[in-house]
C-alpha cells in the first residue's frame, strides 16, 4: 500500500528515474531476537524490527509498537510513511519505525520491562541522538520509554534524554507529548470544518479507537465545542446521539482498561460505528479499516485520519470518486506527535524546556504551515490532498538525495 502510494506520488511529480529506488527503498533494516525471563523462570524469544528508512535529512525517528500482528513488513511501511510526515512538517528527520510482536497484555510489568529494555539493549550499535530516535507507539508508552533511555544512558556512561521522545516529564519529556497527536487532530478538524463554513458547535463526531490519539482528540474536539456521538475500541463501541461525556469515558477506561460495558450510550459494533451518519469520521486505531467493502457506505462529510494507513489504496480511489467527503490524510493530519517530539528533542538538546502553552503554540504554527502548502500544491496540480501531501514530502527528500549526490 505505501509502495503503490509512492509510485503514484512519483509519477504525478514525474521523479527521475536515478531517484525513484534509492528515495523509496529503507536505508537499514534491523531483525533481532529478544529472550527473555518470564516471572516463572521460563525463557521466551521474541522478536523485534527496526527499520530506517530515510538518512538523509537528520537522525531518523519514528515510534515502536507492540502488538502481536506486527510485521517487518508492516513496520518498513510505516517508516516510509514517516519519512513523508516529517519531510511534509519541515522536521529535520527521515523516518523510522520499530516494532515487536507481543501482546503486552500478556506480560507483566517486570517482563514488558525486561522486553522493552532487551529491544534497546539490541539497537545501541544502531541508533543514537544523531542518528535514529525512537518514540512510543501502540502498545508502549512513556514508562517504556524511560526504562528504554535508562538502558541506553547506562550503556554510554552519562544521562541521554534524547536518545527517545515521548517520555515521562521527570525524565525530560515535553509537556504536551502526550497529547500532542490527538490535539493536532482535532486543531486540523477545527480548520477545515471553518473552511467548510460549519460551524464546530453544529459537528457530529465519531471516532474509531479510543487510546492516545483518539481520546485526546475526542477531549479537544468536545472543548472546541463539537458533539462526539460514538467511540470504540477493539472490544466494542458505544453511540449516543446526544453525545458522550469524554472525560467520564476516559475515568472508564482508566479504571477497567476498555471500554466495554460503559454505560455512556448504546453498544455498537466497530463495523457499525464506521458507517455512522455524522460530521467527522476519525479512524484512530489500526491501519486499513476502510476498505472497498465499506467505503460506500461511510457518511461523513470530513475523513480525518488519525491513524497511519487506515484507508485502503482501492477505497482511496472510491474516496476520490465520490468527491463529497474531504480527507485529511494520515500524513498531515497525525502528525502532531512527532512535531511536539521534536521539540522535545530539541529541548533536551538544549537543555531548555518550555511550557505547554509555548509548545501548543508552536505546534499549531507548524500544523498552520504545513496545510497551507498541501492547500496550495493540491490547487495547483489538482491532486487529491493525499497526493498532495505525498507529493510535497517525497519531493524534498527526494531533493535532499539529489543535492547530496551519491557517495561512491
Same mark, same amino acid.
Given at each position: 500500500?505505501?509502495?503503490?502510494?509512492?509510485?503514484?506520488?512519483?509519477?504525478?511529480?514525474?521523479?527521475?528515474?536515478?531517484?525513484?529506488?534509492?528515495?523509496?527503498?529503507?536505508?537499514?533494516?534491523?531483525?533481532?531476537?529478544?529472550?527473555?525471563?518470564?516471572?516463572?523462570?521460563?525463557?521466551?524469544?521474541?522478536?523485534?524490527?527496526?527499520?530506517?528508512?530515510?538518512?538523509?535529512?537528520?537522525?531518523?525517528?519514528?515510534?515502536?509498537?507492540?502488538?502481536?500482528?506486527?510485521?517487518?513488513?508492516?513496520?518498513?511501511?510505516?517508516?516510509?510513511?514517516?519519512?513523508?510526515?516529517?519531510?511534509?512538517?519541515?522536521?529535520?528527520?527521515?523516518?523510522?519505525?520499530?516494532?515487536?510482536?507481543?501482546?503486552?497484555?500478556?506480560?507483566?510489568?517486570?517482563?514488558?520491562?525486561?522486553?522493552?529494555?532487551?529491544?534497546?539493549?539490541?539497537?545501541?550499535?544502531?541508533?543514537?541522538?544523531?542518528?535514529?530516535?525512537?518514540?512510543?507507539?501502540?502498545?508502549?508508552?512513556?514508562?517504556?520509554?524511560?526504562?528504554?533511555?535508562?538502558?541506553?544512558?547506562?550503556?554510554?556512561?552519562?544521562?541521554?534524554?534524547?536518545?527517545?521522545?515521548?517520555?515521562?516529564?521527570?525524565?525530560?519529556?515535553?509537556?504536551?507529548?502526550?497529547? !500532542?497527536? +490527538?490535539?493536532?487532530?482535532?486543531?486540523?478538524? *477545527?480548520?477545515?470544518? =471553518?473552511?467548510?463554513? @460549519?460551524? %464546530?458547535?453544529?459537528?457530529?463526531?465519531?471516532?474509531?479507537?479510543?487510546?492516545?490519539?483518539?481520546?485526546?482528540?475526542?477531549?479537544?474536539?468536545?472543548?472546541?465545542?463539537?458533539?462526539?456521538?460514538?467511540?470504540?475500541?477493539?472490544?466494542?463501541?458505544?453511540?449516543?446521539?446526544?453525545?458522550?461525556?469524554?472525560?467520564?469515558?476516559?475515568?472508564?477506561?482508566?479504571?477497567?482498561?476498555?471500554?466495554?460495558?460503559?454505560?455512556?450510550?448504546?453498544?455498537?459494533?466497530?463495523?457499525?460505528?464506521?458507517?455512522?451518519?455524522?460530521?467527522?469520521?476519525?479512524?484512530?486505531?489500526?491501519?486499513?479499516?476502510?476498505?472497498?467493502?465499506?467505503?460506500?457506505?461511510?457518511?461523513?462529510?470530513?475523513?480525518?485520519?488519525? !491513524?497511519? +494507513?487506515?484507508?485502503?489504496?482501492?477505497?482511496? *480511489?472510491?474516496?476520490? =470518486?465520490?468527491?463529497? @467527503?474531504? %480527507?485529511?490524510?494520515?500524513?498531515?493530519?497525525?502528525?502532531?506527535?512527532?512535531?511536539?517530539?521534536?521539540?522535545?528533542?530539541?529541548?533536551?538538546?538544549?537543555?531548555?524546556?518550555?511550557?505547554?502553552?509555548?509548545?501548543?503554540?508552536?505546534?499549531?504554527?507548524?500544523?498552520?504551515?504545513?496545510?497551507?502548502?498541501?492547500?496550495?500544491?493540491?490547487?495547483?496540480?489538482?491532486?487529491?490532498?493525499?497526493?498532495?501531501?505525498?507529493?510535497?514530502?517525497?519531493?524534498?527528500?527526494?531533493?535532499?538525495?539529489?543535492?547530496?549526490?551519491?557517495?561512491?
Amino acid at each position: 500500500m505505501a509502495c503503490r502510494q509512492f509510485d503514484q506520488a512519483a509519477d504525478a511529480i514525474n521523479l527521475p528515474e536515478n531517484l525513484r529506488d534509492r528515495t523509496k527503498y529503507p536505508r537499514r533494516c534491523f531483525a533481532v531476537s529478544l529472550p527473555i525471563q518470564r516471572d516463572d523462570g521460563s525463557v521466551t524469544v521474541f522478536e523485534g524490527y527496526r527499520v530506517q528508512h530515510n538518512l538523509s535529512t537528520g537522525p531518523s525517528k519514528g515510534g515502536i509498537r507492540f502488538h502481536q500482528s506486527v510485521t517487518i513488513g508492516e513496520v518498513a511501511a510505516l517508516s516510509m510513511w514517516m519519512s513523508w510526515k516529517c519531510s511534509l512538517m519541515g522536521l529535520p528527520y527521515g523516518g523510522a519505525k520499530g516494532g515487536v510482536i507481543v501482546n503486552p497484555t500478556q506480560l507483566s510489568e517486570l517482563e514488558l520491562e525486561r522486553l522493552a529494555r532487551r529491544y534497546m539493549q539490541e539497537l545501541i550499535p544502531f541508533i543514537g541522538p544523531n542518528t535514529d530516535v525512537p518514540a512510543p507507539d501502540m502498545g508502549t508508552n512513556e514508562k517504556m520509554m524511560g526504562w528504554m533511555m535508562d538502558t541506553y544512558s547506562n550503556h554510554v556512561g552519562h544521562i541521554e534524554p534524547a536518545i527517545v521522545t515521548g517520555k515521562p516529564i521527570s525524565l525530560g519529556g515535553s509537556q504536551g507529548r502526550r497529547e !500532542a497527536t +490527538g490535539a493536532g487532530v482535532a486543531y486540523l478538524v *477545527k480548520k477545515y470544518l =471553518e473552511d467548510l463554513k @460549519i460551524p %464546530v458547535k453544529n459537528a457530529t463526531v465519531v471516532i474509531q479507537g479510543f487510546g492516545n490519539v483518539g481520546s485526546e482528540a475526542a477531549v479537544a474536539l468536545e472543548a472546541y465545542g463539537a458533539k462526539i456521538i460514538a467511540i470504540s475500541d477493539y472490544t466494542g463501541g458505544i453511540y449516543n446521539p446526544k453525545g458522550i461525556n469524554i472525560r467520564k469515558a476516559q475515568q472508564y477506561v482508566a479504571s477497567q482498561k476498555v471500554l466495554h460495558n460503559f454505560d455512556g450510550g448504546e453498544p455498537i459494533e466497530n463495523e457499525e460505528l464506521l458507517e455512522l451518519e455524522c460530521t467527522v469520521l476519525i479512524p484512530a486505531a489500526l491501519e486499513r479499516v476502510i476498505t472497498p467493502d465499506n467505503v460506500r457506505k461511510i457518511k461523513c462529510r470530513i475523513l480525518a485520519e488519525a !491513524a497511519n +494507513g487506515p484507508t485502503t489504496y482501492q477505497a482511496d *480511489k472510491v474516496l476520490e =470518486e465520490r468527491g463529497d @467527503i474531504e %480527507v485529511i490524510p494520515d500524513v498531515l493530519c497525525n502528525a502532531g506527535g512527532v512535531t511536539v517530539s521534536y521539540f522535545e528533542w530539541l529541548q533536551n538538546r538544549q537543555n531548555y524546556y518550555w511550557d505547554k502553552v509555548e509548545v501548543m503554540s508552536k505546534l499549531f504554527k507548524i500544523l498552520d504551515k504545513a496545510k497551507d502548502s498541501v492547500e496550495a500544491q493540491k490547487r495547483k496540480f489538482g491532486f487529491s490532498r493525499r497526493l498532495a501531501a505525498q507529493t510535497l514530502g517525497i519531493q524534498r527528500v527526494a531533493n535532499a538525495k539529489q543535492s547530496r549526490g551519491l557517495f561512491p
